[in-house]
């Protein structure tokens, strides 16, 4: 039953993710903002795939909100995400993928685990990542299960 | 009369080339069209599964890391 409930958010996804990027952006459609930073880009635009044209808009559109000091760090963020192996990336888009059609209280509560992640000690989060690499399929199914209890235990207090 | 002019062009050129070289290039302004939010979004993703366990686990006491206790038992 939770395999099926897993399939069909994933079929889901890939629906919606394939008709967002059947629909490409049209040059007018785009803000003067939008335009300005593309602007090198407007004689191929046409030309481009859907998909390309969408991420490019809204890396556009975000761009151009930036304050100098966000547009760093998202440069910075980018070398490092230009590091990542192929299989990683994937494996991250896939989870955002699912994470975006979690309800929003469950988005937040992930968010503030993060949070609380970051503020351990770097060596203490590297000890944890080794730790938790180093795990058997069947250990970590194990910790998930205890994880899952204690939130259904938590959700009914 | 025709160094002013030559000097004027030449400085409106570099501006110009300078105004360029700040505008992201497309493979960057993909990856951040990539997310509907703030690209630091993939770094929660990436660490997700810990930062999904650590709150659970709880703060390690004397620096350990509870998490070993956890899979130990």
């Given at each position: ?16 993710t ?24 407007a004689d ?5 795939p ?60 992930i ?47 | ?49 810990l930062?999904?366990?650590v ?19």
């Open positions: 039953m939770k395999a099926r409930h897993i399939f069909v958010i994933v079929a889901l996804l890939a629906l919606s394939a008709m967002a990027e059947d629909t490409g952006v049209a040059w007018d459609s785009l803000s003067a903002q939008q335009q300005q930073v593309l602007d090198r880009f191929s635009w046409d030309s481009m859907p998909g390309r044209q969408q991420r490019l808009s809204t890396g556009a559109h975000r761009w151009a909100g930036m304050t100098p000091r966000e547009r760093e760090a998202a440069q910075t963020r980018f070398a490092l995400w230009r590091e990542l192996p192929d299989e990683r990336r994937e494996r991250i888009r896939e989870r955002y993928g699912v994470f975006r059609d979690l309800p929003a209280a469950e988005q937040r509560r968010r503030e685990n993060f949070r609380h992640f970051r503020q351990l000690h770097r060596d203490r989060r590297e000890r944890l990542r080794d730790r938790y690499r180093d795990m058997t399929p069947e250990q970590r199914q194990r910790l998930h299960d205890r994880m899952q209890q204690r939130r259904r235990i938590s959700t009914r207090d | 009369m025709r160094a002013a002019l030559l000097w004027s062009l030449l400085g409106s050129c570099s501006l110009a080339s300078a105004a360029d070289d700040e505008l992201p290039g497309m493979e960057f302004l993909e990856y951040l069209g990539l997310w509907e939010e703030s690209d630091e979004i993939w770094m929660l993703m990436d660490e997700q599964v930062a999904e366990v709150p659970q686990i709880g703060p390690a006491p004397h620096g350990e890391d509870s998490v070993e206790k956890e899979d130990e038992s």
